[in-house]
């Protein structure tokens, strides 16, 4: 069987201790070395060798000044909830549909159909487990009382309307 030369002699020990004091890159380190970057890194860990974060106010000011300079897209709301939540809300100023949520429709999975609501009640497993069922309309999951629930507006959304 052959024998297998150590990766970590003390002449590459050397030559990394020498090019970390240089500033080298552990990239740069491990090319030199003919070892891979991981195996500089974690041979500079295990010598307790770290370089402290240098602050070059300069790039500190670049890179933040490249971050905020650059235009930021606004985040897309999916357009589904987009959809269900202009069709529950309607208008900025419309009255909100508020009341108690209809239980005579509740159903279980083998009852449930495409157009009724999927709001759980109760908890997996348990007896009384089942869906809300009421009427879903145009696709959406929910009724129109667990729509509010599920469906919060907020500030995205309302931007997205105007």
Request: charged share 25%; glycine share 8%.
């Amino acid at each position: 069987m052959p024998v297998l030369s150590p990766t970590w002699t003390n002449e590459r020990i050397e030559l990394l201790r020498q090019h970390f004091e240089a500033g080298l890159s552990c990239r740069e380190i491990a090319a030199d070395i003919g070892v891979s970057r991981n195996a500089v890194i974690g041979k500079l860990s295990r010598l307790n060798l770290t370089r402290g974060r240098a602050v070059d106010e300069r790039g500190l000011q670049n890179r933040n000044q490249d971050r905020n300079s650059a235009p930021r897209a606004p985040k897309a709301v999916p357009r589904l909830q987009f959809e269900m939540l202009a069709t529950i809300y309607g208008e900025a100023d419309a009255p909100v549909a508020t009341g108690p949520i209809d239980e005579a429709n509740r159903c279980s999975l083998m009852e449930l159909g495409e157009n009724r609501c999927r709001w759980p009640i109760s908890t997996p497993g348990a007896e009384d487990f089942c869906f809300c069922g009421n009427a879903a309309h145009d696709g959406q999951p929910y009724c129109a009382g667990h729509s509010r629930l599920a469906y919060k507006p907020n500030s995205r959304a309302r931007v997205m309307r105007g």
